[in-house]
C-alpha cells in the first residue's frame, strides 16, 4: 500500500520542541522531492503553506519559509525511507496541522501527502 503515515506532533509550550517524522511505504522517498506544509486553524486544504522542502533525499540545498528559519531543519533517512522536520523555539503562530508531502517529478497526480499531525503551541 503507498501512503506516507507521519507521527511526532503534539502540544508545547512556547520555546519547545518537536520532531515530525513521515514514513514513505509502498514507494522510495529517493524518487521524489519531498516537502511540509501546514494549515492554520480555521483554514482549508488550499491554503496549506509550504515550510521546507528539498528536492530530493540527497541534495545539498533545502528551502525554508522565512517564518521558519533559522528555527525549523528538514531531513532524510533513506535507509528508513522517512523524512523529519525538526522544530525548535517553537512559537504560537506556529500552531497547524503539518503535512508531508512526496512530489512526483510525473506531476501532481502521483503526489503523496501524508495525514497530518496537528501541532499546538501555547505561550
Known amino acids: 500500500q503507498v501512503q506516507l503515515v507521519e507521527s511526532g506532533g503534539g502540544s508545547v509550550q512556547s520555546g519547545g520542541s518537536l520532531k515530525l517524522s513521515c514514513v514513505a511505504s509502498?514507494?522510495?522517498?529517493?524518487?521524489?522531492?519531498i516537502g511540509w506544509f501546514r494549515q492554520a486553524p480555521g483554514t482549508g486544504a488550499g491554503d496549506r503553506a509550504r515550510v521546507s522542502c528539498i528536492s530530493r533525499s540527497d541534495a545539498l540545498s533545502s528551502y525554508y519559509s522565512d517564518s521558519v528559519k533559522g528555527r525549523f531543519t528538514i531531513s532524510t533517512d533513506s535507509a528508513k525511507n522517512t523524512t523529519y522536520l525538526q522544530m525548535n523555539n517553537l512559537k504560537p503562530e506556529d500552531t497547524a496541522i503539518y503535512y508531508c508531502l512526496a512530489a512526483s517529478k510525473l506531476g501532481p497526480q502521483d503526489d503523496h501527502w501524508g495525514q497530518g499531525t496537528q501541532v499546538t503551541v501555547s505561550s
Open positions: 509502498g514507494f522510495n522517498l529517493k524518487d521524489y522531492a
